[in-house]
C-alpha cells in the first residue's frame, strides 16, 4: 500500500495524529518531493482558510466540502471532490507542505505537479501533409502526462496551410495557429517561443515528433533547463541516410570548435524551459536555420543545464531543404553568432 493511502487508513481509524503525521510525511517524500519548495494555501467554498504555510487551523468547514489544494502559481490547482468528514486534528505538515486528512479521500499526488507545455510546430506549404499528421501528433500527447497546447506557426504558406490548421481547431480544443507572412522558419519558431505562456516550450516538426521524448524530458527537467533529443547520444537509433547523418556530425564539430559549444545535436527536438526563453531568445539574432541552435549555444553559455536524451529518427518522407544549398547559409550564419558572443563579451 502507498504511503498515501496508508495515511488514509489511518485516518480511518481515528489513530494517534502523530501517526498521520509521520505517514504523511513519508507520502510526501514517496511522491511529491519538490513541492516543499512552495507556499500552500487551502481553500474552501472559495473562501481563504489557512493563507499562511505554518498556519494550523481547524478543518471542520472542510467537511462534505470540494477542497483544492492551491500554491504559488494560481493556475495549478488540484481539486478533491467528494471529501468526507475531515479529521478534527487540522492541517498537517510535512516541510512547507501542509494538508487536510479526510476520511474516505485522500488527494492524488502525482496531479500535484502535473506541467503545462506549448508545442511549438513551424510549417510551411503542407496542405497535403497536415490531415494525416495531426492526428498521429495528438495520439503521441496523449499518453504524457502534461497539460499540452500545440501551437502550429505557419510561416508564408501559399496553399491551405492555414485553412486546414484552422478547421482542425474544432477538432483539437488545445490547437492554436500563429501566421506570419514571410518564410521563414527560424522566426516563425521564435514567435511561437516567445508567444507560449506555460511552464515549458517545445520545438517539433511536422514531420518528427514523439511522445516518449516529451514524457522523459519532463522527467529529465527536474535537474535541467533545457533538454535535447540528439541524434548523436549513446543509446540514439538514426535511421536515416548516411549523408545526413554525416552532416549532423559535421555541423556539431563546426559548433563546437567556431562557438565552442559542447552539445552534441542543437537540431531537433527539444524542451525549454520558459524562464530560459524570455532571458535568451531576445538575444538570439539568427532566425531561418539557426535560430535554435543559437538558442541552445547562448543558453549552454549563460550557465543554463542543458540534457541530452538519446532518441529513434526515422525519416517519415524525403527532406523538404535541399542541404547543398543550406551549407553555406548556415556556415555564414555561424560565424555571425561567434562575431555577435564575441562583441557581446568586449562591450
Keep these: ?54 498556519t494550523e487551523c481547524s478543518t471542520n468547514s472542510l467537511s462534505d466540502a470540494g477542497v483544492e489544494f492551491v500554491w504559488n502559481d494560481a493556475a495549478d490547482v488540484v481539486r478533491l471532490d467528494d471529501v468526507g468528514e475531515v479529521h478534527t486534528g487540522g492541517l498537517y505538515g510535512c516541510g512547507n507542505f501542509w494538508f487536510g486528512i479526510a476520511h474516505r479521500t485522500l488527494f492524488e499526488m502525482p496531479h500535484l505537479t502535473r506541467q503545462s507545455i506549448t508545442v511549438v510546430i513551424p510549417v510551411h506549404n503542407e496542405a497535403t501533409f497536415l490531415p494525416g499528421a495531426l492526428p498521429r501528433l495528438f495520439a503521441e500527447m496523449e499518453g504524457v502526462n502534461a497539460d499540452i497546447s500545440v501551437l502550429i506557426a505557419e510561416n508564408g504558406s501559399t496553399d491551405d496551410t492555414a485553412r486546414l490548421v484552422t478547421e482542425s481547431m474544432a477538432v483539437y480544443p488545445n490547437l492554436t495557429l500563429l501566421e506570419l507572412a514571410e518564410p521563414n522558419y527560424g522566426a516563425a519558431m521564435r514567435d511561437g517561443f516567445m508567444a507560449a505562456t506555460t511552464e515549458w516550450v517545445a520545438n517539433f516538426d511536422i514531420d518528427y515528433f514523439s511522445g516518449a521524448f516529451l514524457a522523459d524530458a519532463l522527467a529529465a527537467g527536474e535537474t535541467a533547463d533545457v533538454i535535447l533529443a540528439s541524434k548523436r547520444a549513446e543509446g540514439s537509433d538514426d535511421q536515416r541516410g548516411t549523408v545526413r547523418r554525416l552532416a549532423t556530425w559535421t555541423f556539431n564539430q563546426i559548433l563546437r570548435f567556431v562557438l565552442g559549444s559542447g552539445v552534441s545535436d542543437t537540431h531537433g527536438m527539444k524542451l525549454v524551459r520558459a524562464t530560459v526563453v524570455a532571458d535568451v ?64 563579451r568586449t562591450s
Design 1 to 54: 500500500m502507498s504511503a498515501g493511502r496508508e495515511i488514509e487508513q489511518v485516518s480511518r481509524n481515528l489513530a494517534d495524529e502523530r501517526d498521520i503525521d509521520t505517514l504523511a510525511c513519508d507520502a510526501f517524500d514517496e511522491g511529491i518531493p519538490d513541492l516543499g519548495r512552495r507556499h500552500t494555501a487551502v481553500v474552501a467554498n472559495n473562501d481563504p482558510l489557512c493563507v499562511d504555510k505554518r
Design 281 to 344: 531568445a531576445p538575444h538570439v539574432i539568427s532566425t531561418v536555420d539557426l535560430f535554435d541552435t543559437e538558442l541552445v549555444v547562448r543558453a549552454e553559455k549563460a550557465g543554463y543545464r542543458i540534457a541530452e536524451l538519446p532518441v529513434e529518427v526515422v525519416e517519415l518522407r524525403e527532406t523538404k531543404s535541399s542541404l547543398i544549398k543550406r551549407v553555406p547559409r548556415t556556415l555564414k550564419g555561424v560565424w555571425r553568432i561567434r562575431r555577435a558572443l564575441k562583441a557581446e
